[in-house]
């Protein structure tokens, strides 16, 4: 399954199906001190009178620059140092069990992240594409390819993506401030 996404920013983009169909939005208004996040999720419209399709909010990420961020789902509350603690030298894996008791670890690479079985088999099972202005290669929008094996999880997935590639553009900004001084 591809999702596609309108921006790469992830705090405030659409995400659509192969189809065109939205399935995520999220949206982080602009405010000083914490700011938060919001995970929708359409939710088809059993109206006959009413064809066109609702969001529902399914979560939130509250994020924190000292304390973890908080992250909710579904009404969940975790913190993000227990529930996708920090691995590595750099601090650039996050593992996470998902709510299938399944044991998940996103890698963050200078330009994408990449999601894995946190097990001896490392088997991806989704991917992030950057965007391509086809100077090189295809035309192509940014994405996320998910394996169709993580479909009942996708909620948790799509929430971990967000909070996962917000830290990877962060460290990536950190890393071209760094190197223009």
Same mark, same amino acid.
């Given at each position: ?9 992830? =705090? ?5 199906? !192969?189809?065109? =169909? ?17 995970? #929708? ?10 064809? =066109?399709?609702?969001?529902?909010? @399914? ?6 620059? @000292? ?22 030298? !750099? ?12 044991? #998940? ?33 295809? +035309? ?12 009942? @999880? ?10 996962? !590639? +917000? ?5 990536? !900004?950190?890393?071209? =401030?760094?190197?223009?001084?």
């Amino acid at each position: 399954m591809r999702l596609t996404l309108s921006s790469e920013r992830v =705090q405030n983009t659409i995400m659509t199906n !192969e189809e065109g =169909q939205v399935l995520y939005k999220t949206s982080t208004p602009f405010r000083l001190g914490t700011r938060t996040t919001t995970l #929708y999720k359409v939710v088809p419209n059993t109206d006959p009178d009413d064809m =066109q399709d609702h969001m529902e909010a @399914i979560g939130e990420i509250e994020w924190h620059l @000292i304390h973890p961020s908080k992250m909710r789902l579904h009404g969940q509350e975790m913190m993000s140092n227990t529930f996708i603690p920090r691995h590595g030298l !750099e601090g650039r894996k996050r593992t996470f069990t998902g709510p299938d008791d399944l044991p #998940y670890r996103w890698d963050m690479d200078f330009r994408i992240v990449r999601l894995s079985r946190d097990d001896s088999t490392r088997q991806e099972l989704a991917r992030s594409h950057r965007r391509s202005f086809g100077i090189i290669g295809s +035309k192509r929008d940014p994405s996320l390819n998910v394996d169709p094996s993580l479909t009942h @999880i996708l909620d948790t997935v799509v929430l971990t993506f967000v909070y996962v !590639e +917000k830290l990877r553009m962060d460290k990536e !900004e950190e890393a071209y =401030q760094s190197a223009g001084q």
